[in-house]
């Protein structure tokens, strides 16, 4: 039952990751990183607050408070390194590099967690992952694919190894303080690091103005990836964070059918091949446990 309902919440985060970036890929270019980053974190947190408040007592541990500052610190440089990557960089060669952090997380798993895949695991992994890469790869071509990794590159590369850290992290803190909190304590600190930075340029009464045409926007980004984030918190708690990383890795295929469905963008048809492989290597990796 423990492992069903660990499954169900990794496939929550997987469908809502990839509707949160659909949402955050228009913000980011129309209001900026660090603006949406604001927002997103600071709907997030108080929108959390009615269920943070049992939970309190557990940030009197100065540990504790430690432990979630320094992971909000980190999610805070993660976060910009994504954004900044989908705004500079194309989806198609941001989504490939992102899916570094896979590895990490396996990497990290095994060493410090004691976590390990059985052998048909670590196959419908790698299809997994093969299949994400057809779907992330505009034209079925390593030529055309290095010649693509210009721009945003670089901090793709750095924001999918951040990625890896804070996957370990967040479930590193759900196992031992808190999965509420481990996501909500990080988020203030994001809000409070983006607001500094935001104001510094703009005043207030200009950001409001600037965001009012995309309040949709900006709330359905700060629902979408905050109910990932919680979902795959609490699923790291109860199952193999290695396991859960790679069901929830196939939300590209998710943002992908998004693009086709409300953007009307036209995919090759590798791409629709990769997609059906990382949604049905999901499903496998799901049934398999």
């Known amino acids: 039952m423990i492992i069903e309902y660990s499954i169900l919440l990794a496939f929550i985060a997987m469908l809502c990751w990839g509707l949160g970036d659909f949402f955050i890929q228009r913000n980011v270019r129309r209001i900026g990183n660090l603006e949406s980053l604001f927002f997103l974190c600071l709907i997030g947190a108080v929108g959390m607050l009615p269920w943070v408040a049992s939970e309190y007592a557990l940030l009197l541990s100065p540990e504790n408070l430690f432990f979630l500052g ?7 440089g993660v976060a910009w390194l994504n954004f900044e990557a989908l705004k500079q960089g194309k989806l198609s060669v941001i989504d490939v590099l992102l899916e570094l952090e896979l590895p990490v997380v396996i990497v990290l798993g095994f060493f410090f967690f004691r976590e390990s895949l059985s052998f048909w695991q670590g196959v419908v992994i790698g299809i997994l992952f093969i299949g994400i890469i057809l779907v992330a790869l505009e034209k079925f071509s390593l030529k055309h694919l290095f010649k693509r990794l210009e721009k945003g590159a670089l901090i793709a590369v750095a924001a999918a190894l951040g990625l890896g850290l804070l996957d370990f992290f967040t479930a590193a ?7 509420l909190l481990a996501i909500w304590f990080p988020y203030v600190i994001v809000a409070g690091v983006s607001a ?3 104001f510094r340029k703009q005043r207030i009464s200009k950001l409001l103005r600037m965001s009012r045409p995309y309040s949709w926007w900006i709330l359905g980004m700060a629902v979408f990836d905050t109910l990932a984030w919680l979902a795959y918190a609490y699923a790291m708690k109860l199952e193999n964070i290695a396991v859960i990383t790679a069901i929830t890795e196939a939300y590209p295929a998710v943002a992908l059918f998004l693009g086709i469905w409300l953007n009307k963008e036209r995919i090759q048809k590798h791409q629709y091949a990769g997609a059906g492989i990382a949604l049905g290597a999901s499903f ?3 049934f398999a446990l």
């Open 173 to 179: 803190s759900s196992r031992s303080i808190n999965p």
């Open 70 to 76: 320094l992971l909000g610190l980190l999610t805070f």
């Open 196 to 198: 500094f930075f935001v």
């Open 284 to 286: 496998a990796l799901a």
